[in-house]
């Protein structure tokens, strides 16, 4: 099947910096990628959507400027945290996928611990 | 808004046991119902889905039949392999952006 990466797998930073995680579709075009966010023992929650060539839209009570989306190709998007404090640490996914909802692939997920 | 829920773990069975992993949902219309998998150290994979009422979905052994009248998609299986150690999430298409809205998983440990 379709497979998806996710980059770095982990990261530990210090509160302020930046992060940027990277998120690739392998051997498919995705024409739409999602970003979630999960917290332990909680569900996955959707951040934002990401289409390729135009603007991220974020789920209501997700900061758009702490959370910069780019999706400048049909096989990256990448997520960076700005500023980040120790609340942004958490384990955040991609997903991507084309029109049919079965055809959502799954990256493996970015642990970031913020300190 | 739509949700699911499904039963919190951890759940540990010694193998060959019968699994059941419980699953209800509210949505306003008709979603498609799915059973996600996440290996250790793996991305979450598709395990099987149902796209309307009555339909049952199955794969690798795992069975899962929609509800509507239960608004339920239990998770099933009836004899489980250490290999099928990992967490499990329930979730339904219902999201605003056609994402996906998840449970909160249910992490199965079969012990040999």
């Known amino acids: 099947g379709a497979v998806v990466s996710q980059h770095p797998s982990w990261v530990i930073c210090k509160s302020g910096t930046s992060v940027k995680i990277e998120c690739r579709s392998l051997d498919f075009q995705a024409t739409t990628m999602f970003w979630y966010r999960q917290f332990p023992k909680q569900s996955l929650m959707l951040m934002a959507t990401?289409?390729?060539?135009?603007?991220?839209?974020?789920e209501q009570g997700v900061e758009k400027d702490k959370f910069l989306i780019n999706h400048a190709s049909l096989t990256l998007s990448t997520l960076t945290v700005t500023s980040a404090h120790p609340e942004d640490s958490s384990f955040y996914i991609c997903?991507?996928?084309?029109?049919?909802?079965?055809?959502?692939?799954f990256g493996p997920g970015t642990r970031l611990t913020v300190l | 808004g739509d949700s699911v829920t499904q039963m919190e773990g951890p759940v540990t069975l010694s193998e060959e046991a019968f699994l059941t992993i419980n699953c209800t949902y509210t949505a306003t219309g008709y979603p498609s119902l799915f059973w996600y998998v996440q290996y250790p150290g793996e991305g979450l994979q598709l395990l099987l889905k149902a796209t309307k009422a009555d339909d049952k979905g199955s794969n690798k052994g795992f069975e899962a039949t929609y509800r509507k009248e239960t608004t339920s998609f239990h998770l099933e299986k009836g004899s489980v392999q250490v290999s099928d150690s990992a967490v499990y999430f329930c979730a339904l298409s219902g999201g605003s952006q056609g994402n996906l809205i998840f449970g909160k998983g249910t992490k199965l440990s079969v012990k040999p």
């Open positions: 990401s289409n390729e060539g135009s603007k991220a839209t974020y």
């Open positions: 997903s991507a996928g084309g029109g049919s909802l079965d055809t959502q692939y």
